[in-house]
């Protein structure tokens, strides 16, 4: 897809060819056709970053089929070709079947026409038929060159996976999955209303012919009854069960919601379908039951912030991965686990998601769950399974005996969405584990002021979608009301706290934790979780609440920039959220193609302000003649954003004019994205489960409430790959207090690749590029077919 040309340090000219595809074929193996939101700026990030190494780059269009047909469907592709694609779903190079290529005569064609341009590096978006296809590709690239008589040196392979099934083993997330989960709560939540209004029960049937990570986190974002997903048929009579649990449901709400993967099926390996549902449900209970099929609007539409991320991201790697490339490196494909780069083998890959087929066609569906569990990417589905059960389902209420403990949740400073899915999970968990539940209302005020209520399980039902907080929140801290907050915990009997907030929430828990020394009944388990739009708490690269507000921005300077398709040669200054972090302004002008993002942690002078409107005016002499300029909104206390405003609209007279908008609250407002609703469910449970644990503890070593370790209070934070509890009074040090932020910020390391994407010439840092890891370990016994 790209083509490098660059001098070498030797003052000759080195040559080295990339090539990019989207498309599906894998040669003798099964093709799996796919198109997802997010490829475009896969396509974008390779196309850019393969100029910017002195490339030339190729775009190969419709495919497999194009590289077969050559001609022009190969063409050189330019800066220019790839703008204004960012917000566009779908692939705009065409993805096409191609059954010649799985013909050795026509991958001889396509290595003919490759070579006739010097191609000597496939990039490959698509599923695992793609990746196999460009595999066997790479290996017989050799011998096809010698029945063609013509000379080549070797060809390197790379992979992004393109799948909204999120199917492919080895990855956390596939481009275009989280776009589809978009699309799928979107209609969820419109038809959640009208169930409502007429008491009815719908079942939505989404995609997941093999996996059903779709439906399983549709379920845990919508607070579904029930999920069909193909790994995990349900048990002998599942049928009377379900009835069961519709009724129970009923009888505190006036609807029902049942998600269905399309490739659900029963233990014997018979398909579970909406429609056969919707009879039973509506012979059996007699209720008004409708059944949704979704079908491709999953696929369609605008891609979310976090699937432009992942794409630009992986597309840089991709880059990187084939100029590091050597005749034995194998074929890799590029991903992301956590917020960390990773390079995979790509046929161990390949390898594990074909074997998880084979298990489930043979009805091992045991075993199918554990190769799930093998890579990073499915463990979420397995722990999400365990977690549906006792979040949805009362009859789970049984399940655990009264354990005499009271749990109190309340949420500090500004409300932001997620945070009811937070308190939802904890309370559901909570109740499942014996404990007493309480609710506290308007934060350390309220705790202070005795607004402390018991909370239930119906209470929270409905919760995920909402925005905002349900239990009110407030920004004032604990230190100035510390004796009425110890008097309210012990006449509430509070064992354990979880705080759900920002910064605020953070210097409340270790003003908590310094109050132990004088007040006793603050020496109990104490739990912060991360929620705030600013991403700015020490201990947690993401925060709840934040990707909402990037889709926010992402979404809003998409319309800004496409007002200006018809005027043409104007410039937008943006005005973020975010106090003193630049989180916001950074990922967002990175998702929605800014020229540059004003941040606090980056300082900037005038002269790097004269440079940026040096930059647009050179880029209105292009056919690009529109710009985006984010600001945070406190970068700078003397470069404000009326003053940028100014200067841009004074260095641009005569040939671009300026617009400025400040975004404001509608920052924080607005319904949780999927990602903050699960993720604020999987922290409300672990926070709860790690609370339990910690007064178990307590209790078996006899020393009953009272707990002094600084490891009693943590914050519960997402760390590169793996959730984490970190006691509070460690990352103390890793704060800077007066600007609210962290010390370290793992995201500054995305601001060269938006320059980059931008075409200012700076130099990237590769010193911490993804080495290759493995996907298969060693294979346990018991997977092993007999």
Same mark, same amino acid.
């Given at each position: 897809?790209a083509?490098?040309?660059?001098?070498?340090?030797?003052?000759?000219?080195?040559?080295?060819?990339?090539?990019?595809?989207?498309?599906?074929?894998?040669?003798?193996?099964?093709?799996?056709?796919?198109?997802?939101?997010?490829?475009?700026?896969?396509?974008?990030?390779?196309?850019?970053?393969?100029?910017?190494?002195?490339?030339?780059?190729?775009f190969?269009?419709?495919?497999?089929?194009?590289?077969?047909?050559?001609?022009?469907?190969?063409?050189?592709?330019?800066?220019?070709?790839?703008?204004?694609?960012?917000?566009?779903?779908?692939?705009?190079?065409?993805?096409?079947?191609?059954?010649?290529?799985?013909?050795?005569?026509?991958?001889?064609?396509?290595?003919?026409?490759?070579?006739?341009?010097?191609?000597?590096?496939?990039?490959?978006?698509?599923?695992?038929?793609?990746?196999?296809?460009?595999?066997?590709?790479?290996?017989?690239?050799?011998?096809?060159?010698?029945?063609?008589?013509k000379?080549?040196?070797?060809?390197?392979?790379v992979?992004?996976?393109?799948?909204?099934?999120?199917?492919?083993?080895?990855?956390?997330?596939?481009?275009?999955?989280?776009?589809?989960?978009?699309?799928?709560?979107?209609?969820?939540?419109?038809?959640?209303?009208?169930?409502?209004?007429?008491?009815?029960?719908?079942?939505?049937?989404?995609?997941?012919?093999?996996?059903?990570?779709?439906?399983?986190?549709?379920?845990?974002?919508?607070?579904?009854?029930?999920?069909?997903?193909?790994?995990?048929?349900?048990?002998?009579?599942?049928?009377?069960?379900?009835?069961?649990?519709?009724?129970?449901?009923?009888?505190?709400?006036?609807?029902?919601?049942?998600?269905?993967?399309?490739g659900?099926?029963?233990?014997?390996?018979?398909?579970?379908?909406?429609?056969?549902?919707?009879?039973?449900?509506?012979?059996?209970?007699?209720?008004?039951?409708?059944?949704?099929?979704?079908?491709?609007?999953?696929?369609?539409?605008?891609?979310s912030?976090?699937?432009?991320?992942?794409?630009?991201?992986?597309?840089?790697?991709?880059?990187?991965?084939?100029?590091?490339?050597?005749?034995?490196?194998?074929?890799?494909?590029?991903?992301?686990?956590?917020?960390?780069?990773?390079?995979?083998?790509?046929?161990?890959?390949?390898?594990?998601?074909?074997?998880?087929?084979?298990?489930?066609?043979?009805?091992?569906?045991?075993?199918?769950?554990?190769?799930r569990?093998?890579?990073?990417?499915?463990?979420?589905?397995?722990?999400?399974?365990?977690?549906?059960?006792?979040?949805?389902?009362?009859?789970?209420?049984?399940?655990?005996?009264?354990?005499?403990?009271?749990?109190?949740?309340?949420?500090?400073?500004?409300?932001?969405?997620?945070?009811?899915?937070?308190?939802?999970?904890?309370?559901?968990?909570?109740?499942?584990?014996?404990?007493?539940?309480?609710?506290?209302?308007?934060?350390?005020?309220?705790?202070?002021?005795?607004?402390?209520?018991?909370i239930?399980?119906?209470?929270?039902?409905?919760?995920?979608?909402?925005?905002?907080s349900?239990?009110?929140?407030?920004?004032?801290?604990?230190?100035?009301?510390?004796?009425?907050?110890?008097?309210?915990i012990?006449? $509430?009997? !509070?064992?354990?706290?979880?705080?759900?907030? +920002?910064?605020? %929430?953070? *210097?409340? =828990? &270790?003003?908590?934790? /310094?109050?132990?020394?004088?007040?006793?009944?603050?020496?109990?388990?104490?739990?912060?979780?991360?929620?705030?739009?600013?991403?700015?708490?020490?201990?947690?690269?993401?925060?709840?609440?934040?990707?909402?507000?990037?889709?926010?921005?992402?979404?809003?300077?998409?319309?800004?920039?496409?007002?200006?398709?018809?005027?043409?040669?104007?410039? $937008?200054? !943006?005005?973020?959220?975010?106090?003193?972090? +630049?989180?916001? %302004?950074? *990922?967002? =002008? &990175?998702?929605?193609? /800014?020229?540059?993002?004003?941040?606090?942690?980056?300082?900037?002078?005038?002269h790097?302000?004269?440079?940026?409107?040096?930059?647009?005016?050179?880029?209105?002499?292009?056919?690009?003649?529109?710009?985006?300029?984010?600001?945070?909104?406190?970068?700078?206390?003397?470069?404000?954003?009326?003053?940028?405003?100014?200067?841009?609209?004074?260095?641009?007279?005569?040939?671009?004019?300026?617009?400025?908008?400040?975004?404001?609250?509608?920052?924080? =407002?607005?319904?949780?994205?999927?990602?903050?609703?699960?993720?604020?469910?999987?922290?409300?449970?672990?926070?709860?489960?790690?609370l339990?644990?910690?007064?178990?503890?307590?209790?078996?070593?006899?020393?009953?409430?009272?707990?002094?370790?600084?490891?009693?209070?943590?914050?519960?934070?997402?760390?590169?790959?793996?959730?984490?509890?970190?006691?509070?009074?460690?990352?103390?040090?890793?704060?800077?207090?007066?600007h609210?932020?962290?010390?370290?910020?793992?995201?500054?390391?995305?601001?060269?690749?938006?320059?980059?994407?931008?075409?200012?010439?700076?130099?990237?840092?590769?010193?911490?590029?993804?080495?290759?890891e493995?996907?298969?370990?060693k294979?346990?016994?018991?997977?092993?077919?007999?």
């Open positions: 897809f083509g490098v040309m660059w001098q070498g340090s030797e003052g000759c000219v080195v040559s080295q060819l990339l090539s990019l595809e989207t498309g599906d074929a894998s040669g003798t193996f099964t093709v799996a056709q796919s198109q997802n939101r997010g490829m475009n700026a896969a396509v974008r990030a390779t196309v850019r970053v393969g100029l910017y190494t002195g490339a030339k780059v190729f190969v269009h419709e495919g497999y089929q194009g590289l077969v047909d050559g001609g022009d469907n190969i063409r050189p592709a330019t800066w220019e070709s790839v703008s204004m694609m960012l917000q566009l779903g779908g692939t705009v190079i065409g993805s096409a079947r191609c059954q010649e290529f799985r013909t050795k005569e026509g991958r001889a064609k396509a290595a003919c026409n490759l070579v006739k341009l010097g191609i000597t590096n496939l990039c490959v978006i698509g599923g695992d038929g793609s990746l196999t296809g460009a595999n066997q590709f790479r290996n017989e690239w050799s011998e096809l060159l010698a029945e063609l008589a000379k080549s040196s070797h060809l390197n392979i992979g992004m996976v393109g799948s909204i099934d999120n199917d492919f083993c080895g990855t956390d997330m596939t481009i275009g999955t989280d776009s589809a989960l978009h699309r799928i709560m979107e209609v969820v939540d419109a038809i959640t209303t009208t169930a409502q209004s007429h008491q009815r029960t719908f079942i939505l049937e989404v995609m997941g012919r093999h996996c059903g990570y779709l439906a399983l986190v549709t379920a845990l974002a919508c607070g579904a009854d029930w999920v069909f997903i193909p790994e995990m048929p349900p048990e002998e009579k599942w049928e009377d069960h379900l009835c069961r649990r519709l009724a129970e449901t009923r009888r505190s709400s006036r609807l029902n919601v049942i998600i269905v993967a399309e659900a099926m029963d233990k014997n390996g018979k398909p579970i379908t909406s429609n056969q549902i919707k009879h039973l449900v509506s012979e059996r209970l007699g209720y008004d039951t409708r059944a949704t099929v979704l079908g491709h609007v999953q696929r369609g539409g605008t891609p912030a976090f699937d432009r991320i992942l794409g630009s991201r992986m597309g840089v790697e991709a880059v990187m991965a084939l100029l590091e490339a050597t005749p034995d490196t194998p074929a890799c494909v590029v991903s992301l686990s956590g917020n960390t780069a990773v390079r995979l083998p790509l046929m161990e890959c390949v390898q594990v998601t074909k074997d998880v087929s084979k298990a489930m066609a043979e009805g091992r569906y045991e075993d199918a769950v554990k190769l569990g093998k890579c990073v990417s499915c463990s979420f589905l397995l722990k999400c399974d365990e977690m549906y059960i006792d979040i949805v389902c009362p009859c789970s209420l049984g399940c655990h005996s009264k354990s005499n403990v009271s749990v109190a949740i309340l949420n500090v400073g500004a409300p932001c969405a997620g945070m009811n899915a937070a308190v939802r999970s904890a309370v559901r968990i909570g109740i499942t584990q014996g404990h007493h539940m309480l609710a506290v209302h308007d934060g350390f005020e309220g705790l202070a002021q005795g607004l402390v209520k018991p239930t399980w119906t209470e929270v039902g409905g919760w995920t979608g909402k925005g905002g349900m239990l009110g929140t407030k920004r004032t801290l604990p230190a100035k009301v510390m004796e009425e907050i110890s008097l309210n012990a006449k $509430f009997n !509070i064992h354990g706290l979880i705080i759900i907030g +920002g910064f605020e %929430a953070f *210097v409340g =828990g &270790l003003e908590l934790l /310094a109050g132990r020394q004088k007040y006793e009944e603050l020496c109990i388990p104490i739990v912060m979780i991360p929620a705030t739009v600013s991403n700015n708490v020490p201990g947690s690269d993401f925060s709840i609440g934040a990707d909402t507000a990037l889709n926010t921005i992402t979404s809003t300077c998409d319309r800004i920039k496409q007002s200006a398709a018809g005027t043409k040669r104007r410039v $937008f200054i !943006i005005e973020t959220m975010g106090g003193y972090c +630049g989180y916001l %302004a950074t *990922v967002a =002008g &990175l998702a929605s193609g /800014a020229d540059a993002a004003y941040i606090f942690e980056e300082h900037f002078n005038i790097d302000l004269k440079v940026n409107v040096e930059h647009l005016v050179e880029k209105m002499k292009t056919t690009v003649k529109r710009g985006l300029i984010l600001r945070n909104e406190k970068c700078n206390p003397n470069y404000t954003t009326d003053f940028i405003f100014s200067l841009y609209s004074e260095e641009g007279k005569g040939v671009f004019d300026c617009r400025k908008n400040v975004l404001g609250h509608m920052q924080q =407002g607005g319904t949780p994205t999927p990602f903050d609703r699960n993720f604020g469910t999987k922290m409300g449970a672990k926070a709860v489960l790690w339990t644990d910690k007064l178990k503890e307590c209790y078996r070593h006899g020393c009953g409430r009272p707990v002094q370790t600084a490891r009693s209070a943590c914050v519960l934070g997402m760390r590169k790959r793996t959730l984490m509890f970190q006691p509070l009074d460690e990352l103390r040090d890793q704060t800077d207090f007066e609210r932020i962290p010390k370290t910020e793992w995201w500054l390391k995305l601001r060269p690749i938006m320059k980059i994407l931008a075409k200012y010439k700076i130099n990237l840092d590769t010193s911490e590029h993804a080495h290759m493995h996907v298969i370990q294979r346990s016994p018991v997977l092993m077919p007999v």
